[in-house]
């Protein structure tokens, strides 16, 4: 079963500065609470459909690391990458950015796709036992996270 996770917020910022901002994942731990960024891999350098990311987290003292693929690149508006592991897409994480009159609509969602056992397995690596919970509140602090950076100067 399938459970998506969606928050949203809006940011008085063009949608291709807040594009290029989420596109940047070695930054990503500068907004997000439990990404602490990480590096392109595999010949990659930069966002692309089929790029590689290798990117560190941390709970607490828990700290791991996972590599992703870009699944969705469509600038301005759509970037998506899956979290890959024992090679199987255990969730996407999908930024949807919309124009509006005052800058954009930011969209911000988790699909989860892991099936009990590697849910388990994700328990025990991370000690999150609610991940939707948990991912819902680490994403509205992402975004208004992001809001703050890109209303800055």
């Given at each position: 079963?399938?459970?998506?996770?969606?928050?949203?917020?809006?940011?008085?910022?063009?949608a291709e500065k807040v594009w290029a901002m989420?596109?940047?994942?070695?930054?990503m731990g500068d907004w997000s609470p439990e990404n602490r960024g990480g590096t392109w891999s595999k010949g990659a350098a930069g966002p692309a459909v089929g790029a590689r990311f290798k990117g560190k987290n941390r709970i607490g003292r828990r700290s791991w690391s996972t590599s992703v693929e870009?699944?969705?690149c469509e600038a301005p508006r759509r970037f998506s990458f899956a979290l890959m592991a024992l090679g199987k897409n255990w969730c996407?994480?999908?930024?949807e950015i919309e124009p509006t009159a005052t800058g954009c609509?930011?969209?911000h969602s988790w699909?989860?796709?892991?099936?009990?056992a590697a849910g388990y397995l994700g328990r025990m690596i991370t000690g999150v036992s609610d991940r939707a919970t948990h991912n819902r509140r680490n994403m509205?602090?992402?975004?208004e996270n992001l809001k703050s950076a890109a209303t800055q100067g």
């Amino acid at each position: 079963m399938t459970n998506v996770v969606s928050v949203s917020c809006e940011i008085a910022a063009p949608a291709e500065k807040v594009w290029a901002m989420v596109t940047d994942l070695p930054r990503m731990g500068d907004w997000s609470p439990e990404n602490r960024g990480g590096t392109w891999s595999k010949g990659a350098a930069g966002p692309a459909v089929g790029a590689r990311f290798k990117g560190k987290n941390r709970i607490g003292r828990r700290s791991w690391s996972t590599s992703v693929e870009v699944t969705v690149c469509e600038a301005p508006r759509r970037f998506s990458f899956a979290l890959m592991a024992l090679g199987k897409n255990w969730c996407d994480w999908v930024f949807e950015i919309e124009p509006t009159a005052t800058g954009c609509r930011v969209t911000h969602s988790w699909v989860d796709h892991r099936n009990a056992a590697a849910g388990y397995l994700g328990r025990m690596i991370t000690g999150v036992s609610d991940r939707a919970t948990h991912n819902r509140r680490n994403m509205e602090v992402t975004l208004e996270n992001l809001k703050s950076a890109a209303t800055q100067g």
